[in-house]
């Protein structure tokens, strides 16, 4: 649902596609995934990865009716706070240049743009 607002992502996966390339691949770190309820549902969710080198930022999202109320923020930072108890000192996020709302998310954490 979040995905399908990122600029130029195309058709979201099909659910067996999804478990293939984002679940069952060497990377996937379960203790990584961090997820916001409201009563029993998902309303947000950031997918970190640990990588040899260094911590990928694989997915972050909050649905639509949730937005704007500082819940990435909130998700991240469990996310760098989880990066940083691993040992790493690096995190890096990947995001197409059209989507504001995420580089901004991420400049307001404190991320710096790599071109
Ligand atoms: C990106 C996304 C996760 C932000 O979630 P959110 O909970 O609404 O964001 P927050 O309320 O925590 O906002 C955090 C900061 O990001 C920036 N921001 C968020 N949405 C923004 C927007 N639409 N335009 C500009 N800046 C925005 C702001 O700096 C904001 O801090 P501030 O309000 O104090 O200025 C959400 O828009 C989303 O799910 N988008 C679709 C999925 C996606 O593109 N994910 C990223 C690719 S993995």
């Known amino acids: 649902m979040c995905a399908a607002d ?15 390339q984002r ?23 950031s997918a970190t990865s640990l990588r040899p080198e260094y911590a990928f930022s694989d997915m972050t999202g909050v649905l639509a009716a949730h937005r704007g109320r500082h819940l990435s923020l909130a998700l ?23 989507n504001i709302a995420a580089i901004m998310m991420n400049r307001r954490l404190g991320f710096v743009d790599r071109r």
């Open 23 to 45: 679940i069952e691949v060497p990377s996937f770190t379960p203790d990584g995934v961090f997820v916001a309820l409201r009563g029993g549902d998902w309303i947000g969710m």
């Open 76 to 98: 991240k930072l469990l996310a760098v706070r989880f990066v940083r108890a691993a040992g790493h000192r690096r995190l890096v996020a990947c995001h197409h240049a059209a």
């Open 6 to 20: 990122i600029p130029g992502r195309g058709p979201f996966y099909t659910y067996d596609e999804y478990v293939a």
